[in-house]
């Protein structure tokens, strides 16, 4: 399998974008797949511990538990 090729880019505000391409052998479609990672404040409406990962009636709570950085990880896999 080819490697991707990979580009950072600092954005005007200091965060990163990455860009990876992949040239084929043949032509067709282009797929495009978009994720992202950030952090935001914690706020003050936590009724849990919003670092504590906790388990209640079958549902993670917490920061973070249903972000995009598993599917980032996806992605990025060969």
Request: charged fraction near 20%; proline fraction near 3%.
């Amino acid at each position: 399998m080819r490697s991707f090729t990979n580009n950072r880019v600092m954005t005007t505000n200091l965060t990163q974008a990455i860009t990876d391409r992949r040239e084929v052998a043949w032509a067709g479609d282009c797929m495009h797949f978009n994720s992202h990672i950030d952090m935001v404040a914690v706020g003050r409406d936590w009724t849990v511990d919003p670092f504590g990962g906790g388990l209640i009636d079958g549902k993670i709570y917490g920061r973070g538990a249903s972000d995009m950085k598993f599917g980032l990880a996806k992605i990025l896999m060969p």
